[in-house]
């Protein structure tokens, strides 16, 4: 992502709009959402796999204090090839001695070589390793006519055909929801149906998206790049760090969240110049990335441990319910809806990984 942010399922695909108001009507007192989330049961918990953990580590703040970022890479089908060079890359060791170098407030923060395309370059950018994938646009979104079939898929609930006539449909897609833990938009739905009619659960149709991609929320990790057709090869990236940036989704590869550590980027210094980008005179401000490792390559002793509650667990169904209708004691008024952005999926750190 440049001088110009241009600046993405083989899964379940679980619609939440639009959200049922019976809420309302739930006795006073009812459990806040991080209440229901803390009674999950242990299986209804999915551990990540260390292959999709990123561990960045930046330069200690000015107190001497370490900072670790962990990021979370996205599963098939999602950008791969992305992923694939971020592996690469870190695998490399190229990000070491890279920087911070853009932080435009309530956009995001962006990190990279700062020499490469970089408005206040100073030098030659550094070589990229040999191997990088190389993707087109049509990798922003994952469609069925590049091989997915429903018979591969979970497929669950979808929104009624009425939904665009609700007050929490998404203003940009059709629909949207979560896949394997991640929020996920979609569009040209398909319907299940036997020969004597659609398939229903609860009375609610179901089927799967011909076509969906993953969503610019806070905390999503994109992969920067220059006009197109340009995408990106991995070697800049940024997240967001404020008002989801919807505009953004099919137009840039997302590829992960931050799962940890995200007061580290988003509480950066606002660089002073083009879109953020820090200016000659801010040299200082740029925050040194000391490394960037893939978890599985770490030693037992130091490797993360993360799990996410799993989108198809009743638990999850229970917390999202409660978002879109906060009727904790504080709420007065329950919303009826949420924002997909508005239901960020429960991520908690594997106690036994200290």
């Known amino acids: 992502m440049k001088k110009t942010i241009l600046a993405a399922a083989a899964f379940a695909l679980t619609i939440l709009t ?3 108001l019976a809420a309302q009507d739930a006795a006073e ?11 999950a049961s242990a299986g209804e ?3 990540i796999a260390a292959e999709d953990l990123l561990v ?3 330069a200690p703040d000015d107190d001497g204090n370490p900072r670790k970022v962990i990021i979370q890479l996205m599963p098939a089908p999602f950008a791969q090839g992305w992923i694939s060079n971020i592996r690469t890359l870190a695998r490399a060791n190229w990000y070491d ?3 911070v170098n853009r932080v435009q407030d309530n956009y995001v923060v962006q ?3 700062p020499n490469y395309d970089n408005p206040e370059a100073t030098g030659e950018a550094k070589p990229l390793p040999e191997g990088l994938k190389v993707m087109d646009e049509e990798d922003y979104v994952a469609s069925r006519k590049r091989g997915m079939d429903c018979d591969e898929l979970v497929c669950v609930h979808w929104v009624s055909p009425d939904a665009k006539d609700a007050r929490q449909h998404d203003a940009y897609s059709e629909y949207t929801g979560f896949a394997h833990g991640w929020p996920v938009a979609g569009g040209d739905v398909r319907p299940l149906s036997r020969p004597d009619g659609p398939i229903e659960v609860v009375g609610v149709p179901i089927g799967y998206p011909n076509s969906f991609w993953p969503v610019h929320c806070y905390g999503m990790v994109g992969v920067g790049r220059n006009y197109s057709p340009d995408t990106g090869s991995g070697a800049e990236l940024y997240t967001v760090i404020g008002h989801a940036p919807r505009h953004l ?3 840039i590869a997302l590829v992960g969240r931050i799962i940890s550590g995200m007061e580290h980027l988003s509480s950066l210094p606002r660089g002073k110049g083009e879109l953020g980008f820090y200016a000659e005179d801010e040299f200082d401000k740029r925050t040194p990335i000391l490394s ?3 978890a599985a390559d770490l030693t037992e002793d130091v490797q993360p441990a993360f799990e996410y509650l799993s989108t198809e667990s009743e638990t999850f169904a229970q917390y999202a319910e409660a978002r879109a209708n906060r009727r904790d004691p504080f709420f007065i008024v329950p919303a009826g809806g949420a924002d997909i952005c508005n239901i960020p999926v429960p991520v908690r750190r594997v106690a036994d990984d200290d």
Not at 30 to 38: K, L
């Open 97 to 99: 001695g890279i920087s």
């Open 292 to 294: 960037v490792r893939v």
């Open 45 to 47: 918990w999915v551990r």
């Open 111 to 113: 990190w990279g070589d």
């Open 18 to 20: 639009p959200i049922s």
């Open 29 to 39: 007192g009812a459990p806040s959402p991080g209440q229901i989330v803390a009674q």
């Open 249 to 251: 989704d099919r137009n």
């Open 56 to 58: 960045m580590t930046l």
